[in-house]
C-alpha cells in the first residue's frame, strides 16, 4: 500500500479533488460544481459520493493518511471556512464535516496558502525555507513561508499581500478600502489600467474596441505582443506597482525569492521584466540583485490539488 | 549559583552591559565609550577588562550561561556586524571574538530584534506568540515575532519595516531611497514634518524661534501639550502615516498587537491616538477593532540589556 493525500480545492464555480503522492504525482482528479446556493453540507455528500466511487478501484493499491483543502476565507487554525463573500455559507465547520468521512489527519486553508506549500513540496520553491507565493488571479492572493512554515499569524489569516495600499486614495477595492494592491496588479487590475489609458491618452488601441466586461488579461497580452501601445504600457504601471510593493515585502519579511503564479502571470516577462526593474529600483541595497523573481513550477490545472494535499505532507513531517 | 546572561548593546556612542537573571533582574549594569575610531577588537577588550573586574565580586553567586547582543548592522545567522554605517569597523566577526573571552552560546542581533525578545521575556508582550515591536528613535526600527520566535528571514535582516515606502517620491532617506517610513515616523520624521508644515502654513508657533539643529522631538512634544497648532497638526500627520503603514504589516503579518517603544513613543496618545485612528479605518474588516496597539512594558535605561540577555533565555528554550 501507497501513502496518499485527498486534496480538495473549493471554487466559486467548481470543487476539484484529486489523489496525490509524496513526491507530488497526481494519481487520478475529478471534479464536481461548487453550487453553492446549496449548503456546504451537500457539497461534501455529493463529493465523497463520487470520490469513494472512483477511490474503490485504488483502495487495494493506496491508502489516503490525510486530506488537505484550499477554500476561500478558510482558517488553519479553526479549521472553519468563514463567510466567504462568494459563496452562501456563513461559517462551515469543514474540519468536524470531514472526520465524519474520514477519520484521518485534516489541513484547511486559503487557495495562495495551499499553492504555497505546494511550491514548496513539489514546484518552484524545492528546498527553500523563506519566500512569498503571488497568484495573480482576479485578485491577488500571497502565501508567505518563513523558515519552512506557512505564516498564518495570530488571526490564521495572515498574507494579505493583495490588501496593502499601493496609492493613496486609489481605486475601489471589494474589501471595502481604496488602493489596495490587488485593484492595480491582477488581472483585474490591469484591466481597470488600461481602462484608465483609454480615458487619458489619445493612443490608438485595438482596446479601444471591447467593452470592460467583455475585456480579458489575455486580450491585453495578446495586443501587448502586437505592439499595442497601451497594453503595453499596462503592462508596465502593472509592474512598477508590483515591484514597488515586493520590494516593500521584501524589507519586512526578507525572503529568498518570490514566485508567481495564475493566469496574469502566463504574460512572463511582458509582467516581470517591468516588475523586476522597479523591484530593483526600491530595494534596500543589501537585497539589490539578490531577491529572485521567479514562475511557478506547478501546472496550472493542477496546482489547486497538489498544493491542498501538499498541506498533509507538510502537516506529517511535523509529527 | 544563580544562572545568568551577560547582555551588551553596542550603541554610536555608548556601550553598556550588564547581567539579568532569567526572571529580567538586571544585578548590575555598566557603561563604557564606544570610541567606534578605534578598531572593534579594541572595544571587546575594553569591555571585558571592565566588565570582568565587578563581576569578579559576583562570581560566587552567579553563572553566566551565555552573552547575548544588540548591534547595529547585526546579522544573526553569522555573527558579523556588517559594515554599519555610524560605526567605523567594516565587518567584525563578533561571534568568532567573543568565544576567545567566554567560550558559552552567543547571540547576536540588531537593537530592535533585541528590544522585541525583551519585550516577549520580560515586557508587554509576555505571553504573545506574534507581534510587532517599533522602536521610535532617529530612525524607525522592528522587530518581528511570529508564532513565538524571532523573524530573521533569509538574509537575517528581515523586520526593516522603517524602510518601507509610505510617501511615492517622498523625503530622501539614509538608505538611498526616498519616502521610506522612518524619515516621517521617527524622532527625525517628526521634526522634518514640523519644518514642511513651517514652510506651508502661516499659524503661529512657539517652534518657528528654534533651528532645525536645535530642534528635538521632546521641543514638538512640549508645545504640542502647550496647545501649539504646528506641534499638535505634525503629531497627527505623523500618526496618520504611521497607521496607514500599521494596517498594511498587520495585512501581511497578523500580529496580535503592536508594541511601539522609544523616545517618540513617550508622546504617549498623542502619537498613539492619531495612530490607532488611522490604522483603524485602512485595517482589513475582520481585523477592526482586534489590533492592540500598546507601550512598551520595559524601561527606557534597560531595554538595551534587557533585551540582549533576553536573546540568551530565548536561544537556551531552544535546546
Known sequence: MKDVALGIDIGGTNTVFGIVDKMGNLIF?????????????KLFERLFEKFNKVFDGYSSEYKIVGIGMGAPDANYYTGLIENPPNLNWGYVDVASTMKKYYDIPFALTNDANAAAVGEMEFGSARGMKNFIEITLGTGLGSGIVIDGKMLYGHSGAAGELGHINIVKDGRKCACGNK????TYVSATGIKRTVFEMLATSRDESILRDISFNKLTAKDIYDAAKSGDKVAISAFKYTGKLFGEALSDAVAI??????????????AGELLLAPTRKSMENNLLHSYKGKIKLIQSGLSESDVAILGASA?????????
Open 311 to 319: 498541506l498533509i505532507w507538510q502537516e506529517l513531517k511535523k509529527t
Open 253 to 266: 519579511l526578507s525572503p529568498q525569492a518570490i514566485v508567481i503564479f495564475g493566469g496574469l502571470a502566463q
Open 179 to 182: 488602493g489596495c494592491l490587488e
Open 29 to 41: 482528479k475529478g471534479t464536481i460544481p461548487t453550487n453553492a446556493i446549496e449548503p456546504a453540507t
